[in-house]
């Protein structure tokens, strides 16, 4: 006999936190092996809210309603969260869309953007700049009353996938510096759409006063940069060249210009593998950042340069001695 659920209003706060979290988590993993099948619009956005969260309900958390969008915010009022930063004292406040029917159109404005097609081509930088705008104004929109960062992360990490990027928010949960960046930065882009249509005299004072604090650090679009990678180029990095090209034939090119620096610095450093071996490096690094950026051609001026460069180098002298000069 299988135990029934506890229910989350017998829990403490803490405990009923980690309840959720327990539950999501699962659910989350099991949408990065099966993900939604959409058009990446609110139908979509819906579903992975919905899947994520559609265990609390019946874990007694009453006030989950999975799939759904929040409801309207009344006239003269706005939805405005408080939010503490680990590594920053004092709070910080944001706020976000009514939830009305401007904000519904907003929302759907927004998603025209998210199609992977259309996405597939962009050079990095570009696409990083097209994803962050597309994150900030869901974000801003804020459609579900909770769970909006965990669905707006699986929902862009999706969609970046399937437009032939890597997009790691991973990264940003592994130390509280990481999280309280991505808190600033998102919060830095959402106060700055929230700020036109703010209707409450306080909300806007405690947002201005955020927004002050907030000055300088780096935006959405910069932070992501950290965290966007096409496809093609971590399967250069992490994968055998067999692999590698069997799920992207672009990278030809890449492993072409790869083949041509092995054998020309075997022709001109013959019997010197250590020195070989740094050319192919120098080369390696200038494909991988070419890769990195979004490019799949013309590999060539890195070989050249990483080659000028090593025949540049002065002889080394010969040692006299096997040990001469070995660090211990």
């Not at 962050?132 to 999706?158: C, W």
């Not at 390696?284 to 013309?298: I, K, P, Y």
């Amino acid at each position: 006999m299988q135990n029934k659920p506890t229910a989350a209003n017998a829990l403490t706060a803490e405990q009923r936190q980690q309840l959720e979290a327990d539950y999501t988590f699962k659910r989350i993993v099991e949408l990065e092996l099966d993900p939604v099948r959409g058009n990446f619009d609110a139908a979509h956005l819906k579903e992975v809210n919905r899947r994520i969260f559609q265990d609390l309900p019946g874990a007694g958390f009453d006030d989950v309603t999975p799939g759904e969008f929040r409801k309207p915010v009344a006239d003269g009022l706005d939805w405005m969260k408080q939010r503490g930063l680990s590594t920053v004292e004092g709070p910080f406040y944001v706020a976000y869309s009514r939830m009305d029917e401007a904000a519904t159109a907003r929302l759907d404005k927004a998603l025209e953007g998210a199609k992977p097609d259309e996405l597939r081509g962009l050079k990095t930088p570009e696409f990083t700049a097209r994803l962050a705008k597309i994150y900030a104004e869901l974000d801003y929109v804020h459609p579900f009353s909770d769970g909006n960062s965990r669905t707006l992360r699986t929902f862009t990490k999706q969609l970046a996938k399937e437009a032939g990027y890597e997009l790691d928010w991973e990264r940003f949960g592994r130390s509280d510096v990481g999280r309280d960046l991505l808190y600033i930065a998102r919060d830095r882009s959402v106060i700055e759409l929230a700020r036109p249509h703010v209707q409450h005299e306080n909300t806007m004072r405690k947002i201005l006063h955020t927004q002050d604090r907030l000055e300088g650090n780096r935006a959405l679009p910069d932070l992501l940069r950290d965290a966007v990678r096409p496809s093609r180029a971590v399967a250069f990095e992490q994968l055998s060249e067999r692999e590698a090209l069997k799920e992207h034939p672009e990278l030809q090119e890449a492993y072409k210009t790869m083949h041509a620096a092995a054998a020309y610095f075997a022709s001109k450093m013959p019997g010197k593998p250590d020195a070989q071996e740094a050319g192919i490096q120098s080369v390696m690094s200038h494909v991988q950042n070419r890769l990195n950026a979004g490019e799949t051609a013309d590999f060539h001026q890195g070989r050249e340069s990483a080659a000028q460069a090593k025949e540049k180098q002065p002889t080394q002298p010969e040692r006299t001695a096997p040990d001469a000069g070995r660090d211990r």
